[in-house]
């Protein structure tokens, strides 16, 4: 069955349930990884911080168009 076919709201209640998990798990690992990568000096901290920042500025740019 198409998704474009189906109107049972259970369905779109569990493909945003596993959406929300991906981008739990996608936080998980890019925390992983971003820990790995100062840890082994090859990034800094603050380095992560301002692009952490930088794409929260552009997040909220883009909610506000």
Same mark, same amino acid.
């Given at each position: 069955m198409d998704d474009i076919d189906r109107n049972d709201g259970a369905d779109y209640e569990? +493909? #945003?349930e596993q959406i929300e998990q991906m981008i739990i798990e996608n936080g998980i690992l890019l925390h992983s990884l971003s820990t $790995? $990568?100062?840890r082994k000096?090859?990034?800094k901290q603050e380095e992560? #911080?301002?692009e952490m920042d930088? $794409?929260?500025d552009e997040? +909220?740019?883009f +909610?506000?168009?």
């Amino acid at each position: 069955m198409d998704d474009i076919d189906r109107n049972d709201g259970a369905d779109y209640e569990d +493909e #945003d349930e596993q959406i929300e998990q991906m981008i739990i798990e996608n936080g998980i690992l890019l925390h992983s990884l971003s820990t $790995l $990568l100062v840890r082994k000096g090859i990034l800094k901290q603050e380095e992560i #911080d301002a692009e952490m920042d930088r $794409l929260y500025d552009e997040m +909220e740019n883009f +909610e506000q168009q």
